[in-house]
């Protein structure tokens, strides 16, 4: 069965570094999200991406944060300068289209700020 | 307005018993309500899902019923197992829109 994938699976990094989280959607996929998860609370909404554009993002996701389809099976999240309360999983997430509802997730990468 | 308000925190459940989770929401403007399910470490998981036009949507042992005129939502599994033992999430997404609002998830024990 087709399923998200994401690396690294850990990942730590120094205050002020940028790092960069990858994910590989559903191949016949078109809608792709970030979301983060902090230890023991909610999962939070980023951003959405369709076309090579974002399509939604939250207040989270505010100028220290970008993603990118950089070919045409990766995307990516980047942070540019992280801080301690980034450490958090990030989960990325497919759909088919804007039109299918269900999403799918990948099984996240730790980001370890220190 | 965009919350999604879960309840119980966490849920100790006999095997074979009912699990029964709540969520209620304020935005109108939601019309798709899934559930996850996460295992520690894990991603989440799409259990099963519901668009406001029904009341219940059925799926093996997982059921969501639907009050939309109460604005709630539920989860109940049937003849619950210990390997249903993880973390349950709803969430809802507004017609237009693309991000899934979720509940603060549950905890579900189901003890052997």
């Known amino acids: 069965e087709p399923e998200v994938t994401q690396t690294p699976s850990h990942q730590v990094t120094q205050m002020g570094q940028e790092v960069i989280l990858r994910c590989v959607p559903i191949?016949?996929?078109?809608?792709f999200y970030w979301y983060r998860q902090i230890l023991g609370q909610k999962v939070e909404f980023l951003v959405s991406?369709?076309?090579?554009?974002?399509?939604?993002k939250s207040e989270i996701f505010d100028d220290q944060f970008s993603v990118e389809r950089p070919d045409g099976s990766n995307f990516t999240l980047k942070i540019r300068s992280t801080k301690l309360e980034d450490s958090a999983m990030y989960f990325c997430?497919?759909?088919?289209?804007?039109?299918?509802?269900?999403?799918?997730f990948g099984p996240g990468t730790r980001l370890t700020v220190t | 307005q965009q919350q999604v308000k879960q309840s119980p925190q966490s849920l100790i459940v006999q095997k074979g018993g009912i699990s029964i989770i709540n969520c209620a929401y304020e935005?109108?403007?939601?019309?798709?309500f899934p559930w996850y399910q996460q295992f520690p470490g894990k991603g989440p998981a799409l259990l099963i899902a519901?668009?406001?036009?029904?009341s219940e949507k059925k799926e093996g042992r997982f059921t969501i019923s639907f009050n939309k005129s109460a604005k709630q939502f539920s989860l109940h599994i049937m003849d619950s197992q210990p390997g249903d033992s993880a973390t349950y999430f709803c969430?809802?997404?507004?017609?237009?829109?693309?991000?899934?609002?979720f509940g603060k998830g549950t905890t579900l024990s189901v003890s052997s």
């Open positions: 997430a497919s759909s088919v289209d804007r039109t299918s509802y269900e999403q799918y």
């Open positions: 191949s016949n996929h078109l809608y």
């Open positions: 991406f369709y076309n090579n554009e974002i399509s939604e």
């Open positions: 935005n109108t403007a939601f019309d798709y």
């Open positions: 519901i668009r406001p036009d029904v």
């Open positions: 969430a809802a997404r507004s017609a237009g829109g693309t991000a899934l609002i």
